[in-house]
Each structure stands twice: as structure tokens, then as C-alpha cells.
């Protein structure tokens, strides 16, 4: 890959925010998408992070986030997100945002004329594309695509659930409109988990068929033209309680690759995506889930050779950029948990105050 | 009924209550407030230091302390004898 | 010395878990008047609480809707869906744009009549119409749009009965993927009963069929859906020009178009999730478009749009009776309007701002109304700046479906003023008093001898 900034005398610098820094057990990609960023030679960069919850550990790392604010939840809406914004755009002449979380892509979507008129770049997909991938409507996306995807059903009421056991079949893998997935295995477990769905995260919720395999995760790159400028597939090596991986490991093969590229030739997608694939023992990949952003194990791309938040960077600023060639098969993450020591003042300041 | 002696207060409003870890925030009149319980000023006093110093009837500040205080009585801030 | 501005000392608890839902960030927009009138100013004037309209938005949100469908399709007609807001005041604005009346009643019938609107130009809808009321519909010549058997075949009897050649349409459901079905008005698409109505009504030599009829939800969020109903309409009337030769001069596709209103239970607000009304209408006329017809063959669109045009024209002004500390701590904030006044309250939240300056501290707060009732909450949970007693609050986005839901419970309805173009406030509906609501009370005469003393 060529690019003119490669000289360290001329190192770029930009002020980039990002979300999703709740580096906690089941963590957002934000720490990991600014390390990426931070080891990039090209340029020379301060961090900027955007925060929810003042406990989000990526706040208090001081080596990697420059300042933090806290920003409005997504249910504010994007006229208080926008006024947010424009506050912190005055104290630090923001380049670029990249959101990290699924509930708030949709407001930084519908936002990014805005943003852009104020100077501020992202790289996202459009509307269309996000909603495409939405959990209700993967199967149908499937299907015009001719995708592999399990078959699902929307539930509306808890007595649809029997009807679409019948169809689907036991195990079943219940799904919340935005996140949590519960298998179940009688009509009983299938009951409590859609009630308990139902109460975090609304109707419908989504009763889907259970694929038995191997869990495969690809973490694309795409241009927005269908151009596929990174993949990076990774097999979960050991997986926690709550389904994350605990260590994975980059493999090589070519049907993934392949599988990458058609979803970025159907769907034109633009900016970080990952696909949760489940391959069963006959070889068959089906597409589980379509993530519409950088997965938080998006740092070993990095360590593999396709720095994907990096070049997401170029990218969002208007560089041309080829697609990556290689990347190191069998580079392996182990994901650890570290206890800093924080002073009361600092989350005092950042939960008050809402910047530190 | 006085304000915690141990509970550290900081210019910028801050509350800190070493006994359970909790922190808090007060907007400047509440600091103002805090500031008076700790120097055992009389809820009396307090009235009428404030509704000399802000725009603000008597009777009204009245009922307004009367809340502010509950609340530092359910936060457990306050000694109870 | 001056003294310093007041505001109540508040203490707040730093959160370590996920309720700092809202933070300290958000825009907290005051105001202080509507087109130029200020809040202060009408409350004086005409008490509080007070429903205020905005003619200027009304116009404006009617003008831009046939903007809308005008660019997209020849032929257009709005229909206003009385029962949305049926002040005469309002209908009358809708009737001087162009709008025909939509009702659903008898008493919305003679309201619509009431208003000068020509027969010919009322959509009679619902599944309820009496006898006298077909009867005076047909000999109006308005259109008749059948929801049951029952009801067509008491409008053949009636026909013939007073030698009358109704104008009707069939109301019909159908699946358009969406949920909950309305598969309980009018005759269902899927087995066949559409069909057999349209049959039946075609051998019948006194009925004339002139249109198709749906309505598929209400507040709906998917456009998509309509675009289903609008190609299951055409394929009827397709199939009624291919099997019985005959011309259907309209599709009239209903209302359900959302407001920007927040449901309940919604993740994102409705100003940003709330498809526009252009969406609507590419994908209405876009399915019609496509399906094929000549373009001298284009049946006339109907649209019954009520909410979004009149929602966001409607303000309800209120004020503070009284601040509580509730049990658990939490604040609360007594209000002189409650469900009864702000009826779509059971299923909105709403955006609701301080009409004064209130400092750059909020609170969050429960609204309750003045009922002596435990269901009578506005708002569950919202940031407000301080208040105090006698502050007042202005509720956005009450135009539809209060001045017609509202209850007259323990108390009277409030003054409804109409702003105009110029920005004068006239009162459209005065506000109740005792002796209008027992207006219509008797007292049998053993009751009426003085309680003794």
C-alpha cells in the first residue's frame, strides 16, 4: 500500500473520537479500535473518548484516551446527541467519530450530514445497508442474497412462541430485538426467556433456529463500492459465560474470504463490520448475525498485518486505499482483565461534570 | 440532626461519604447549605443567611430545605441524634 | 445589594450503575412563547390548563402533505379523519385547503354537514350506521363505505326500499406483514370475502361501486406496509374491470401515518425513527405506479391522514400545583392536567419543556396529573430544570386525538384557543362549566324536595 504520509517528520495529526470504551467483561471495541489507531506510524493523533457511563474503564486510561466526555444515551435522541456534539467539537476541532455500538449507530447514521458540515468525518454505512443486516430482517436478506442463514421467526405474543417451536424445532435460540441471545430447549425456558427479552429490549422478539458448530468470526472492511479492503477471520478458541471470546486465533481459509466478499458485493457495505458465521459439520457456513461495526477483538487485525481501524482512518479521510493482500494466519489474542486504581475524584468529575 | 463530621466537601460541589464510598453532587446553593450544616449553624440561621443573600421568600426556602435535608437524611449524610 | 438568583438546593446521588440515563448534557430548551405569543401572556388570559392551535402549522402540514403526493401522482384527494380533532374551528381550516371530511359516526356526519361540506365530498366510514343515517347518506350522495355484510345487505334493502343509488365502497383488511392485524373492520382480502362484497355488490343493480377502501393500523411505522395494501387494492380493482367491466374511480388508502410523537416503550424518539411523510408516499404511489395501469386508467388516491397533520400543531399549557418527595426518594411534580385532559398521555411520552429559565440544573422527575387517581401519571420519568410552584410547562404534540378523547372526570375541559396567521388567539372551545355538564341532567321530581335541614 502506498500513501504520501509515510514520513515521520510529516505524521498526520488528527483528533479522533471514539465510543464504546467499557473495556469491562463483555467488552465494547472502542479501547481496542484507538490502540489500533494509536500504533499506526502515519499519524499523530489525540483520542478523544465519548462515554455513557462514567465507570467505562477506557475514561481513566490516560495513555490512550486523551479526554473523555460522557454523551447522551441513544433514547435523547440525535438533536440532544447533535448539541452534544457541537460542544465538544468546539473544545477539540474534532476529525473524525468512529461509534462502536450497535443502539447508538443508528443516531451517528442519521447524524453524518450534520457532522460533516461541521467538519467532522465519519465512515459509515448508509441506512438502508444497517437496517438490512437488523436482526428481524436477516433471514429475509438471506434469502435475496442467497445467504445461509438459520431460520427465524418474529414473535409478538407469547403464544406465537409454540407455533414457531413447531416450524424451527428444539433447541431454539431466542433473541432480543437488540442484543442477548438465550438457547432453550422445552416451551417453558422458551416462555421465560421471551419474557425476560421482552422486558429489557421490546417486542418482537426473535425465536431463531439453533445451528450446531464451529464459530467463526470475520471482521470486513469495506469500502462502501463493494470492495472488500480487509478480512480477517478468527475461529473463538474458548468462549465465556456470556458467549465473548476469551482467546481466538486467525485462521486461513479460503471460503470465508470468499463468503466475506459476496456480503460486501451484495450489500455495498461501508466502514467496519463483522460476521458471526457458524459452520457446521458438513461444511456449510451460515451467517448468524451481521455486526454493523468493529468487533471488540478488532486489535488482532492489527497484530495480524490489516490495521482495519487504521485504514478505516485513511479511508474516512478521503484517501484512496488498496485493498490488504496478507495478513499472518495463527496469530492468537488472549483477552485479560486488570484492575486500575482510579482516584474518587476523577469519577466524581467525569460523573458530574461529564468530562475528564 | 447535623451533617456527617468525616463527609469530605469540595469546592466544585462534590460530596464524598468515606463510611459507604458514595459520592454526590449539589449545585452551588446546596453547597452553600452543606457548607453552613457543617459549621452547626441552626436550620433558623440557614434560612436567614439565604434569604438575605437570593431572591427568595422565606416560606418557600422553608419547604425547599425542608426536602434538600430529607434527601440528606435518606443519602445517610446526617447524624441521627 | 441586589440579591442572587434563587434556585432550590438539590442534592444528587453519582451514580455508579446505568440510570444516569439522561445526564447533565441535554439540551434543555425553554419555551417562553408559541409563534411569537407568549405562555405567560395566554394562560393570563385564558386560564390554565389551555389546548393552544397552530393554524400556521396546520396549513403548513397540510399544504406540504399534498406537496408530497402531488409530485408523485396525478390525482390526490385529502380527506380530514374527523375524529382526530372534529373542533369545528379545525375542520374548517382542513375544508378551506381542500380537504373533504372523513367521519365515522352520525354525530360526525352532521358535524361534517354542519361545516358546509357538501354531501358528495363525505367519506362515511365505520361499523356503525344507522339505517336513518345510510339513508340520508345516500340521498346526500356522500360515499358509503360498507364494513359487514350486515351492513351491505341492509344498505340493498334500503336502496331499494327508497329507490336510492348509493356511492359505495368496501373497507378491506388484509396482511400486510405487519402486526397487530386489522382484520376486524371490513371485509378480509386473503379468503376471499373482499371479493365475494365486491360481487355481491356489482349484481346489485342499486348499488353503485365507485372505490376501494383501507386502513391497515394506526401509527404506523412501516411504510413498506402500505405499499403491500396499495397492490392488493389494485389487483381487486384490476380483477373488477377484467371480470365485470366496471371502473373503480378511487383507492383510498386510510389514514395511520405517525406523528413524531415517542410511543411508550420505544428505544429511539419518534423525531428521529418516524418515517416522513414523503417515504409514505413513494412507497403508496410508487406500488400503484408500478402495478401497471394506463395513465388514463390511474384511479383517484384518497388519504384519511388525521395524526400527522394535526399533532404537532396542538401545545397543552399547564402548571405546577405542587412538589413531593415521594417514599423512595424520588421527586415528583403535581400538575393541573392529567390523563383525563391529555389523553394520548397512555401512550405517548412526550416532549415537554419549562416555559421559564430554570438554570442549567435538572432534576429527574414524575408527572402527575390532579386526579385523585393512581393512574393519573403524564410522565414516568423525565429531566426537567427545577421547578417550582406556579411554573408552567408547555406539552408538544397533543393535536390529535385529545379535544376528541378527553374525559370529563371530577373536573371541567379546558379553553382551547386557535392562534391564527397573524398570531391573534381566538377561543374555539370555551372552557366547561357547571352548568353545561349538568346541562343535560333531569331530576326526577321525588327527588327534587329539599334535603330537609
Given at each position: 500500500m502506498k500513501t504520501e504520509t509515510t514520513n515521520t517528520s510529516t505524521r498526520r495529526k488528527l483528533v479522533i473520537a471514539v465510543t464504546?470504551?467499557?473495556?469491562?467483561?463483555?467488552?465494547?471495541?472502542?479501547?481496542?479500535?484507538?490502540?489500533?489507531?494509536?500504533?499506526?506510524?502515519?499519524?499523530?493523533?489525540?483520542?478523544?473518548?465519548?462515554?455513557?457511563?462514567?465507570?467505562?474503564?477506557?475514561?481513566?486510561?490516560?495513555?490512550?484516551?486523551?479526554?473523555?466526555?460522557?454523551?447522551?444515551?441513544?433514547?435523547?435522541?440525535?438533536?440532544?446527541?447533535?448539541?452534544?456534539?457541537?460542544?465538544?467539537?468546539?473544545?477539540?476541532?474534532?476529525d473524525l467519530i468512529i461509534p462502536n455500538f450497535d443502539a447508538e449507530l443508528f443516531s451517528f447514521i442519521k447524524l453524518s450530514d450534520d457532522l460533516n458540515n461541521m467538519g467532522i468525518h465519519t465512515f459509515l454505512p448508509d441506512l438502508g445497508q444497517f437496517e438490512a443486516r437488523h436482526k428481524t430482517m436477516l433471514f429475509k436478506f438471506g434469502k435475496k442474497h442467497k445467504f445461509l442463514i438459520p431460520e427465524d421467526r418474529l414473535i409478538h405474543q407469547i403464544s406465537d412462541l409454540t407455533k414457531a417451536a413447531d416450524e424451527l424445532d428444539y433447541p431454539l435460540v431466542i433473541k432480543g430485538k437488540y442484543y442477548d441471545a438465550i438457547i432453550v430447549n422445552s416451551k417453558d425456558d422458551a416462555q421465560k426467556a421471551f419474557l425476560q427479552l421482552q422486558a429489557k429490549w421490546g417486542l418482537p422478539i426473535i425465536a431463531q433456529q439453533f445451528i450446531k458448530g464451529t464459530e467463526i468470526n470475520i471482521a470486513i472492511l469495506g469500502d462502501g463500492k463493494g470492495n472488500a479492503i480487509s478480512i480477517i477471520p478468527m475461529r473463538k478458541l474458548f468462549i465465556t459465560d456470556k458467549g465473548k471470546a476469551w482467546a481466538g486465533i486467525t485462521i486461513e481459509e479460503s471460503s470465508f474470504i470468499d463468503l466475506a466478499h459476496q456480503f460486501i458485493t451484495a450489500t455495498k457495505w461501508r466502514g467496519g463490520c463483522e460476521l458471526e458465521v457458524m459452520q457446521t459439520n458438513d461444511g456449510k457456513a451460515y451467517i448468524m448475525e451481521v455486526n454493523p461495526r468493529f468487533p471488540a477483538w478488532i486489535y488482532l487485525t492489527?497484530?495480524?498485518?490489516?490495521?482495519?481501524?487504521?485504514?478505516?482512518?485513511?479511508?474516512?479521510?478521503?484517501?484512496?486505499?488498496?485493498?490488504?493482500?496478507?495478513?499472518?494466519?495463527?496469530?492468537?489474542?488472549?483477552?485479560?482483565?486488570?484492575?486500575?486504581?482510579v482516584e474518587v475524584g476523577e469519577f466524581q468529575k467525569i460523573s458530574g461534570m461529564g468530562e475528564l | 440532626m447535623r451533617f456527617k463530621r468525616n463527609i469530605a466537601t469540595s469546592?466544585?460541589?462534590?460530596?464524598?461519604?468515606?463510611?459507604?464510598?458514595?459520592?454526590?453532587?449539589?449545585?452551588?446553593?446546596?453547597?452553600?447549605?452543606?457548607?453552613?450544616?457543617?459549621?452547626?449553624?441552626?436550620?433558623?440561621?440557614?434560612?436567614?443567611?439565604?434569604?438575605?443573600?437570593?431572591?427568595?421568600?422565606?416560606?418557600?426556602?422553608?419547604?425547599?430545605?425542608?426536602?434538600?435535608?430529607?434527601?440528606?437524611?435518606?443519602?445517610?449524610?446526617?447524624?441521627?441524634? | 445589594m441586589e440579591k442572587l438568583k434563587y434556585e432550590r438546593p438539590i442534592i444528587k446521588k453519582l451514580n455508579t450503575g446505568f440510570s444516569n440515563k439522561f445526564g447533565s448534557q441535554l439540551k434543555n430548551e425553554v419555551v417562553t412563547h408559541l409563534e411569537g405569543v407568549g405562555v405567560k401572556e395566554l394562560i393570563r388570559q385564558y386560564g390554565s390548563p389551555l389546548f393552544v392551535i397552530s393554524e400556521k402549522q396546520i396549513r403548513r402540514n397540510y399544504q406540504h402533505a399534498v406537496r408530497v403526493f402531488k409530485t408523485r401522482y396525478p390525482k390526490i384527494q385529502f380527506a380530514w379523519s374527523y375524529k382526530t380533532n372534529y373542533l369545528n374551528a379545525v375542520c374548517k381550516i382542513f375544508h378551506q385547503?381542500?380537504?373533504?371530511?372523513?367521519?365515522?359516526?352520525?354525530?360526525?356526519?352532521?358535524?361534517?354537514?354542519?361545516?358546509?361540506?357538501?354531501?358528495?365530498?363525505?367519506?362515511?366510514?365505520?361499523?356503525?350506521?344507522?339505517?336513518?343515517?345510510?339513508?340520508?347518506?345516500?340521498?346526500?350522495?356522500?360515499?358509503?363505505?360498507?364494513?359487514?355484510?350486515?351492513?351491505?345487505?341492509?344498505?340493498?334493502?334500503?336502496?331499494?326500499?327508497?329507490?336510492?343509488?348509493?356511492?359505495?365502497?368496501?373497507?378491506?383488511?388484509?396482511?400486510?406483514?405487519?402486526?397487530?392485524?386489522?382484520?376486524?373492520?371490513?371485509?378480509?382480502?386473503?379468503?376471499?370475502?373482499?371479493?365475494?362484497?365486491?360481487?355481491?355488490?356489482?349484481?346489485?343493480?342499486?348499488?353503485?361501486?365507485?372505490?376501494?377502501?383501507?386502513?391497515?393500523?394506526?401509527?404506523m411505522l412501516e411504510t413498506g406496509a402500505y405499499a403491500i395494501a396499495a397492490?392488493?387494492?389494485?389487483?381487486?380493482?384490476?380483477?373488477?374491470?377484467?371480470?365485470?367491466?366496471?371502473?373503480?374511480?378511487?383507492?383510498?388508502?386510510?389514514?395511520?401515518?405517525?406523528?413524531?410523537?415517542?410511543?411508550?416503550?420505544?428505544?429511539?424518539?419518534?423525531?428521529?425513527?418516524?418515517?416522513?411523510?414523503?417515504?409514505?408516499?413513494?412507497?403508496?404511489?410508487?406500488?400503484?405506479?408500478?402495478?401497471?395501469?394506463?395513465?388514463?386508467?390511474?384511479?383517484?388516491?384518497?388519504?384519511?391522514?388525521?395524526?400527522?397533520?394535526?399533532?404537532?400543531?396542538?401545545?397543552?399549557?399547564?402548571?405546577?400545583?405542587?412538589?413531593?418527595?415521594?417514599?423512595?426518594?424520588?421527586?415528583?411534580t403535581i400538575l393541573d392536567f392529567g390523563v383525563n385532559t391529555l389523553f394520548t398521555s397512555f401512550w405517548y411520552d412526550f416532549?415537554?419543556?419549562?416555559?421559564?429559565d430554570g438554570g442549567q440544573y435538572t432534576?429527574?422527575?414524575?408527572?402527575?396529573?390532579?386526579?385523585?387517581?393512581?393512574?393519573?401519571?403524564?410522565?414516568?420519568?423525565?429531566?426537567?430544570?427545577?421547578?417550582?410552584?406556579?411554573?408552567?410547562?408547555?406539552?408538544?404534540?397533543?393535536?390529535?386525538?385529545?379535544?376528541?378523547?378527553?374525559?370529563?372526570?371530577?373536573?371541567?375541559?379546558?379553553?382551547?384557543?386557535?392562534?391564527?396567521?397573524?398570531?391573534?388567539?381566538?377561543?374555539?372551545?370555551?372552557?366547561?362549566?357547571?352548568?353545561?355538564?349538568?346541562?343535560?341532567?333531569?331530576i326526577p321530581a321525588y327527588l327534587k324536595k329539599d334535603t330537609p335541614s
Open positions: 464504546g470504551l467499557n473495556a469491562i467483561d463483555s467488552p465494547g471495541p472502542g479501547v481496542a479500535v484507538l490502540r489500533a489507531i494509536r500504533e499506526c506510524p502515519d499519524f499523530d493523533v489525540r483520542i478523544i473518548g465519548l462515554s455513557y457511563e462514567p465507570l467505562e474503564p477506557g475514561i481513566y486510561m490516560h495513555d490512550l484516551v486523551d479526554k473523555a466526555y460522557q454523551i447522551p444515551y441513544p433514547p435523547a435522541g440525535t438533536e440532544n446527541l447533535l448539541h452534544r456534539l457541537k460542544y465538544i467539537h468546539e473544545q477539540e476541532k474534532i492489527a497484530a495480524a498485518g490489516q490495521n482495519q481501524p487504521a485504514t478505516l482512518v485513511k479511508m474516512a479521510l478521503g484517501e484512496k486505499v488498496e485493498p490488504f493482500k496478507d495478513y499472518v494466519a495463527g496469530k492468537m489474542f488472549i483477552r485479560y482483565s486488570w484492575d486500575m486504581i | 469546592e466544585a460541589g462534590f460530596i464524598f461519604n468515606p463510611a459507604s464510598g458514595d459520592s454526590f453532587s449539589s449545585n452551588p446553593i446546596g453547597s452553600e447549605i452543606l457548607t453552613q450544616l457543617k459549621e452547626d449553624k441552626s436550620r433558623q440561621e440557614i434560612i436567614e443567611v439565604i434569604a438575605s443573600r437570593y431572591d427568595v421568600e422565606k416560606n418557600q426556602f422553608e419547604r425547599d430545605l425542608e426536602d434538600f435535608m430529607s434527601q440528606l437524611r435518606d443519602y445517610n449524610l446526617l447524624d441521627e441524634n | 385547503e381542500g380537504s373533504w371530511a372523513e367521519v365515522v359516526s352520525g354525530f360526525e356526519y352532521e358535524k361534517a354537514l354542519g361545516n358546509g361540506v357538501p354531501g358528495n365530498k363525505i367519506i362515511f366510514n365505520g361499523p356503525d350506521k344507522t339505517d336513518e343515517q345510510l339513508v340520508k347518506a345516500a340521498r346526500n350522495n356522500s360515499l358509503i363505505h360498507i364494513d359487514h355484510f350486515d351492513e351491505l345487505y341492509s344498505l340493498i334493502k334500503l336502496s331499494e326500499e327508497f329507490q336510492l343509488k348509493p356511492r359505495v365502497a368496501i373497507r378491506v383488511n388484509m396482511d400486510t406483514g405487519i402486526y397487530p392485524k386489522w382484520d376486524r373492520f371490513g371485509f378480509n382480502y386473503e379468503n376471499g370475502q373482499a371479493w365475494n362484497a365486491i360481487t355481491r355488490i356489482i349484481n346489485c343493480e342499486n348499488l353503485n361501486l365507485v372505490g376501494l377502501h383501507c386502513h391497515i393500523g394506526t401509527f397492490v392488493k387494492l389494485c389487483d381487486l380493482l384490476r380483477n373488477i374491470k377484467e371480470k365485470h367491466n366496471k371502473t373503480i374511480q378511487y383507492l383510498d388508502m386510510g389514514g395511520g401515518f405517525p406523528s413524531s410523537n415517542t410511543l411508550k416503550g420505544s428505544y429511539l424518539p419518534g423525531v428521529d425513527t418516524v418515517p416522513t411523510i414523503d417515504q409514505f408516499a413513494d412507497a403508496i404511489t410508487g406500488a400503484i405506479l408500478d402495478f401497471g395501469f394506463r395513465q388514463d386508467e390511474l384511479p383517484l388516491l384518497i388519504l384519511e391522514t388525521g395524526r400527522a397533520l394535526i399533532d404537532d400543531a396542538g401545545f397543552l399549557l399547564g402548571t405546577v400545583l405542587a412538589n413531593k418527595r415521594l417514599s423512595d426518594g424520588r421527586r415528583s416532549k415537554i419543556s419549562p416555559a421559564q432534576e429527574e422527575t414524575v408527572l402527575y396529573g390532579p386526579l385523585c387517581m393512581n393512574i393519573d401519571i403524564i410522565s414516568e420519568n423525565i429531566t426537567l430544570p427545577l421547578l417550582q410552584k406556579g411554573d408552567h410547562l408547555v406539552v408538544h404534540r397533543v393535536g390529535a386525538y385529545n379535544m376528541t378523547q378527553w374525559m370529563q372526570f371530577i373536573t371541567l375541559r379546558p379553553n382551547v384557543v386557535l392562534l391564527d396567521q397573524e398570531g391573534h388567539s381566538h377561543l374555539i372551545r370555551k372552557a366547561e362549566t357547571l352548568d353545561y355538564i349538568e346541562s343535560a341532567e333531569q
